[in-house]
């Protein structure tokens, strides 16, 4: 038998999540993911944006007609339904705003500058709000809207989840956000500690899902379901008579407010992660 073969039989599956050979690996691996031009940053945004609007998507198709079950079960069904966005975009290599923890690790280790890590931000943020949005509109284009039946349809569901976050307090929304932040980078993170594509799906199941069944929020993921929830709104069709009842109406000023305050809550997740991971890759720590 080959070593490649003895390593791999006798291994773990997972490499220590924190630990100094992992730290270095994600160090490296975040160097070179800030160091790609502008457009690989950008369409690997997009491709992103694209797969968690459609986690959302999905949230919202088995809600719709949930209303029998529990708060509680609707919340964790939704999570499950939501975990596949993201662990699509792990595995098909998008890259996500406020969910890349190995950038964060190679700036908190000074393997790249601030400057660096905020072009790199920025650019995905770009590619991330292409893919979702764009996503929404391909969902509305296709009619999804009007799968299911009156007051039950697709369309419906997507305006309340919308209204619901439009209508949180802003304090409220921006700490769901930090959260919500910290848990995506988690799932990320320990998904790269796994050697094998089950164990990067099996570790990213339990943080994906705690994100939509906690009711915490990702700004990126908040793109979609506003541009879906204002197109719905906005061309309501054969819905409009069941719109005027039992769906709020939402505003593009509350819904633009609702993404700003999720996206600097996002923010402040990565700050504090950056402060965490500055610990763990201290020098003085043999990192």
């Given at each position: 038998?080959?070593?490649?073969?003895?390593?791999?039989?006798?291994?773990?599956?997972?490499?220590?999540?924190?630990?100094?050979?992992?730290?270095?690996?994600?160090?490296?691996?975040?160097?070179?993911?800030?160091?790609?031009?502008?457009?690989?940053?950008?369409?690997?945004?997009?491709?992103?944006?694209?797969?968690?609007g459609l986690g959302m998507n999905l949230m919202t198709v088995v809600l719709t007609g949930a209303g029998g079950l529990s708060w509680g079960a609707g919340q964790l069904l939704a999570g499950g339904a939501f975990a596949v966005g993201l662990i699509l975009a792990v595995l098909c290599g998008g890259d996500l705003f406020a969910g890349d923890p190995l950038t964060i690790v190679a700036c908190a280790s000074r393997r790249i500058s601030v400057g660096r890590l905020a072009r790199a931000w920025v650019l995905v943020y770009l590619g991330n709000v292409i893919?979702?949005?764009?996503?929404?509109?391909?969902?509305?284009?296709?009619?999804?809207?009007?799968?299911?039946?009156?007051?039950?349809?697709?369309?419906?569901?997507?305006?309340?989840?919308?209204?619901?976050?439009?209508?949180?307090?802003?304090?409220?929304?921006?700490?769901?956000?930090?959260?919500?932040?910290?848990?995506?980078?988690?799932?990320?993170?320990?998904?790269?500690?796994?050697?094998?594509?089950?164990?990067?799906?099996?570790?990213?199941?339990?943080?994906?899902?705690?994100?939509?069944?906690?009711?915490?929020?990702?700004?990126?993921?908040?793109?979609?379901?506003?541009?879906?929830?204002?197109?719905?709104?906005?061309?309501?069709?054969?819905?409009?008579?069941?719109?005027?009842?039992?769906?709020?109406?939402?505003?593009?000023?509350?819904?633009?407010?609702?993404?700003?305050?999720?996206?600097?809550?996002?923010?402040?997740?990565?700050?504090?992660?950056?402060?965490?991971?500055?610990?763990?890759?201290?020098?003085?720590?043999?990192?």
């Amino acid at each position: 038998m080959s070593e490649s073969s003895d390593e791999a039989a006798g291994a773990p599956d997972v490499d220590g999540l924190f630990s100094t050979a992992m730290a270095r690996a994600g160090t490296a691996a975040g160097a070179a993911r800030a160091a790609r031009d502008t457009r690989a940053l950008i369409v690997w945004g997009v491709l992103g944006g694209a797969l968690i609007g459609l986690g959302m998507n999905l949230m919202t198709v088995v809600l719709t007609g949930a209303g029998g079950l529990s708060w509680g079960a609707g919340q964790l069904l939704a999570g499950g339904a939501f975990a596949v966005g993201l662990i699509l975009a792990v595995l098909c290599g998008g890259d996500l705003f406020a969910g890349d923890p190995l950038t964060i690790v190679a700036c908190a280790s000074r393997r790249i500058s601030v400057g660096r890590l905020a072009r790199a931000w920025v650019l995905v943020y770009l590619g991330n709000v292409i893919g979702a949005v764009g996503l929404a509109a391909l969902a509305w284009l296709s009619g999804q809207q009007y799968f299911g039946s009156g007051n039950t349809a697709v369309g419906v569901t997507a305006l309340r989840l919308a209204a619901g976050n439009v209508a949180s307090l802003p304090v409220d929304l921006f700490f769901l956000a930090v959260v919500g932040g910290v848990l995506t980078c988690l799932a990320v993170w320990m998904a790269f500690g796994a050697r094998t594509v089950a164990g990067k799906v099996l570790l990213l199941v339990p943080a994906a899902t705690a994100i939509a069944a906690g009711g915490f929020d990702h700004s990126i993921a908040n793109w979609y379901a506003q541009a879906y929830a204002l197109a719905v709104d906005t061309w309501p069709g054969r819905l409009g008579t069941f719109l005027s009842v039992d769906a709020p109406h939402i505003s593009p000023a509350g819904a633009l407010l609702s993404i700003v305050v999720t996206t600097f809550g996002n923010l402040a997740g990565i700050a504090l992660l950056v402060v965490v991971l500055r610990w763990l890759v201290d020098p003085r720590r043999g990192i």
